[in-house]
C-alpha cells in the first residue's frame, strides 16, 4: 500500500492592515463617478424627463442662434433695422438667462442656493416678460411710426411695466419671503394669488388685440397675420396657467401648471424668432414683401379693394 505523502500546506497571506482594503480601493478608479453625478444633477428636484426637456430644447436654440451669426450679423448690418437689431440682442441675452435657468433647476432644491435661484429666476421671468410686453407694446402702436420712434416708445413702456413687475415680485420674495419661484407643493395664497393677476393682466393684454384685430379698428395695426397667430397662441398659453393656478389645491393643478412651463421655457424663444426674426435673415427684400402680401391677401386685408 502505497504511503500518503502530506503536501506543505497553502499559505494565503492575510494582512492585519485594516485599511489595506481601503487603500487598494482607492486605487482602483470609478469610471462611472462622474456619469452618476451628472445623472443625479439631471434628476435632482423635479426628475430626470423634466429637466431633460428643459435643457435638452434650450440649448438646441442657442446653438442655432450661434450657427446663424455670421449670417444673421451680415444681415443686421445691411438691414439697418433699429427693431430687428435690438430685439435680436435681446433674445440672444434672454435665451442665455433662459438656458441657465433650464440648467439650473437644481439649485431649486439644493440648501443655500435659494438666493441664487430666486434672483436667477427673477431675471430670467423678467426677461421673458420684456419680450411679451414689447411685443404687445409694439403691435398696438400700429404701422404709423418709424422705426427707432417706434422702438424708444417700446422699449419706454416695457422698461416701466417690467420694472414695477420686478419690484413687486421682489417685495414678496425677498421682503416678505414668499417662495414664488419654488415649486414645494405648497397652496400659499398670496403666492398663487399674485401668479393669477400676473396671468390675468397678460391675458388681458392679449385679448385686446385679438379684439382689434377682428373689429374695425384692424387697420390700425400691423398688417401681418403672423403676429397674431403668436398672440392667439400665448392667450391659449396664459389661460390655461391661469386655470392650474385656479386648480392649485389639487394635484392636477400642480401638474398642468408645471407641464404649461416646460412648454413656456422650451418654446416661447423659437416662437419670437419664428414669427418676428426668421423672415427677416431668411429672405430678402423682395421675396419678405411678397410673403406678406401673400399672408395679407389671405387674410382677407385687401377684400374691400374689390367691393
Known sequence: MPSLTLSTPLQIPISLDS?????????????NSNDHGAYLWLSKCHGFWHNFALILSSALFIIYLAIQAKKSYKK???GRSHVVNW???IVWLVGLLNFAWCCLQAWECTPGKTL??????LFTTSGLLFLEVSLIAFLLQGNYTSGL???TRTFAISAVLVGLDILLKGIYVFAIGIPLFIENGDTNRMKWGLWMVHKLVIITAYSFVLFMYHSKWRERLPARPAYYKYITIMCSVDVLALFACIL???GFGFWLYDTVNICYHAFYLPLIYVTFLADFFQEDELN?????????????????DWE
Open 19 to 31: 485599511n489595506s482594503s481601503a487603500s487598494n480601493a482607492d486605487n482602483i478608479p470609478n469610471l
Open 76 to 78: 443686421l448690418w445691411v
Open 87 to 89: 430685439y435680436y440682442g
Open 116 to 121: 441664487a435661484w430666486n434672483l436667477l429666476s
Open 149 to 151: 420712434e417706434a422702438l
Open 248 to 250: 392649485m389645491r389639487t
Open 288 to 304: 419678405l414683401e411678397n410673403i406678406y402680401y401673400s399672408e395679407m391677401k389671405d387674410a382677407g386685408f385687401f377684400d374691400s
